[in-house]
C-alpha cells in the first residue's frame, strides 16, 4: 500500500520497479494487488490492454481498518484488552498509559 500510496495510480510493473531488492515475481505482486482490490483498499481502472491501480482509501483509514480487524480477530473487539497486553507485556509502561488516559480525557472535553 505504501507503493500505491506514494506513486498515486500505478500499473503492477510500476509498483514492482518501487519495490526493494530482491523483488518479488511479477504475479506475486499481481496477486497482492488483487487482494488489496478484493477488500476495498485499491480501485483498478482499464487502460489500453493493462489496468491502473490507485488508492481507495487513505493510510489512516487503511491503518484503522487493519487494527479493527486484529481487534476483533484476537482480542474479542476488546480494545481494553489490547493496552492490558502491551502492559503485560512491558511495551507501554504506566506512565504512557496515563498519558493515554489524560489524551482520551482531553479528546473528550473537546467534543
Given amino acids: 500500500m505504501n507503493v500505491i500510496w506514494e506513486g498515486k495510480e500505478m500499473c503492477i510493473r510500476d509498483i514492482l ?6 523483488k518479488p515475481n ?3 505482486v499481481a ?3 488483487k487482494f488489496l ?3 476495498g483498499f485499491v ?3 482499464p487502460i489500453a490492454n493493462t489496468f491502473l491501480y ?4 487513505t493510510e489512516k483509514e487503511y491503518r484503522g481498518s487493519s487494527i479493527s480487524s486484529i481487534v476483533r480477530k484476537y482480542f474479542n473487539n476488546s480494545y481494553t484488552s489490547v493496552v492490558c497486553q502491551f502492559v503485560e ?3 507501554m509502561d504506566i506512565e504512557e498509559l496515563k498519558d493515554l ?3 482520551i480525557e482531553n479528546g473528550r472535553k473537546q467534543d
Fill in 17 to 22: 520497479m518501487k519495490l526493494p531488492d530482491p
Fill in 26 to 28: 511479477y504475479n506475486t
Fill in 31 to 33: 496477486t497482492q494487488v
Fill in 37 to 39: 482490490e478484493d477488500k
Fill in 43 to 45: 480501485i483498478r481502472r
Fill in 54 to 57: 490507485s488508492p481507495a482509501v
Fill in 89 to 91: 507485556e512491558e511495551k
Fill in 101 to 103: 488516559i489524560r489524551e
